[in-house]
């Protein structure tokens, strides 16, 4: 098929066009001053969006990743707290040290993107799969099976024992240090490959290399403690001190077997994939070992079901979702019919779900926690959120999410497996489907 040009003809078309459509000017006039989502905000349409809903989990002010990719681990730390501060009644501010996990899932992911530069040395370095891992190498992103992975392996310290760096807060530079030095082994790796095929000298350069990994992770986010004294004052004033605890035996001890119990849930409605069928993303994980990401595919409205039976139970809900589109972070609000693109541009930018995911326009990106739903005549309006942008953003760091927009955009939620039902308990046990690194539902939410 021939190629078309933009021809002078078209332009003069396309300009007498928007010379004679009387929106222009005044649209022109206005975004020339203005922010876009600001001239194209609606509230045509009634959302009832309030800070008020009939179902609510109290829960602690909220956390900020700063200027970092975190989020799913920030989200998940919420969730570990609440339970840990339930069981010991604190009620005042308590944090998980989100850096000490951060720190270790850098490790791993350093060493887990290694290991795969090693097992595709038989391919062409211009394949598809070469070019998606060392494209993304190492990043800050995940999802809730990696935040499991580690919590399992490394335990967890509250934030207190492991604070917040000036580079964890800000982890663009040394993730670009990282990046690079990661495709300089990929370089030497193959060098040394397609020089003589020794694996054992192929090992012993990633060893130096992780050397010098754990030298620059430990420069930038702190020494991780191997002990550390927990203190706390709980809700009836008295103060309580565990002297020399190891983090694993943090974890095992506040949170240990209950980890387990969550799973993975995705709304995946696109035709490639089935319902009540798990599923698994190839090169997708950090902890070699481990117990990695399987995903049980589910309809929307049984995801809602669940999370909802979560919530009812006092059990708030860690999940995944697309916020690149219709939010508000002034106001804190996420929903569909805040703006208006039809009116101003002639542009209708909504199409199925499932079409979203098939042409690259939507994936989750963003972990948070569901904390709240408002439900009339049976049928929940809107969701209340736990971000991790800080306190300034919203109300007090709590965003509303309509019901329309969870619809649209809300792909994942971590689930205990308690609420679900026989046959989808069954289907957990199936087996997976191995899907491509490049799926949708392989990307990481940061």
Not at 31 to 57: C, M, Q, T
Not at 132 to 160: A, C, E, R
Not at 226 to 239: I, L, M, P, R, W
Not at 287 to 307: D, Q, S
Request: proline share 3%.
């Amino acid at each position: 098929m021939t190629k078309k040009a933009i021809s002078y003809e078209d332009l003069s078309s396309y300009s007498k066009f928007y010379s004679s459509d009387k929106r222009s000017a005044v649209l022109r006039h206005a975004l020339s001053k203005s922010e876009l989502n600001n001239v194209i905000s609606s509230l045509d349409a009634p959302s009832n969006l309030n800070f008020n809903f009939s179902i609510e989990v109290k829960t602690m002010p909220v956390t900020s990743q700063k200027r970092s990719g975190r989020c799913w681990i920030f989200s998940a730390c919420n969730v570990l707290r609440e339970s840990i501060a339930k069981k010991l009644g604190i009620k005042d501010m308590f944090e998980i040290s989100q850096n000490y996990i951060s720190y270790y899932d850098k490790f791993e992911k350093i060493n887990f993107v290694m290991e795969g530069v090693i097992s595709l040395l038989d391919e062409e370095i211009s394949s598809r799969k070469n070019q998606f891992l060392l494209s993304s190498g190492v990043g800050d992103g995940g999802q809730w099976g990696m935040f499991v992975d580690l919590v399992k392996k490394y335990g967890i310290v509250p934030k207190s024992v492991f604070p917040e760096t000036a580079q964890s807060e800000m982890t663009f530079p040394s993730n670009k240090i990282i990046n690079a030095s990661i495709r300089k082994f990929a370089y030497e790796a193959r060098k040394i490959y397609n020089e003589s095929h020794n694996i054992d000298s192929i090992y012993e350069l990633k060893g130096e290399y992780l050397q010098k990994f754990y030298s620059l992770l430990t420069s930038c986010f702190g020494v991780p403690p191997a002990k550390f004294d927990f203190e706390y004052t709980d809700s009836q004033g008295k103060y309580h001190i565990e002297k020399d605890i190891t983090p694993k035996q943090f974890f095992d001890k506040y949170v240990g077997d209950e980890i387990d119990e969550y799973v993975s849930l995705i709304n995946a409605p696109t035709s490639d994939k089935d319902y009540y069928q798990t599923y698994q993303i190839e090169l997708l994980g950090n902890v070699i070992g481990g117990k990695g990401v399987t995903h049980l595919n589910i309809p929307m409205e049984r995801m809602k079901e669940l999370i909802i039976s979560q919530l009812q139970n006092g059990e708030i809900v860690w999940f995944g979702s697309d916020v690149s589109n219709y939010g508000d972070r002034v106001g804190g609000v996420w929903d569909d019919k805040a703006l208006d693109y039809s009116s101003a541009f002639d542009l209708d930018v909504k199409f199925d779900k499932s079409a979203m995911l098939d042409f690259y326009h939507s994936s989750m990106n963003h972990a948070m926690v569901i904390t709240g739903v408002d439900i009339i005549e049976g049928k929940p309006t809107r969701w209340k959120i736990e971000n991790s942008w800080g306190s300034e953003a919203g109300n007090k760091g709590y965003y509303i999410m309509s019901d329309s927009f969870f619809d649209l955009f809300v792909y994942q939620a971590a689930i205990k497996e308690k609420y679900l039902s026989d046959d989808e308990k069954k289907a957990l046990k199936g087996d997976s489907i191995l899907l491509a690194p490049w799926d949708p539902f392989g990307t990481l939410a940061d």
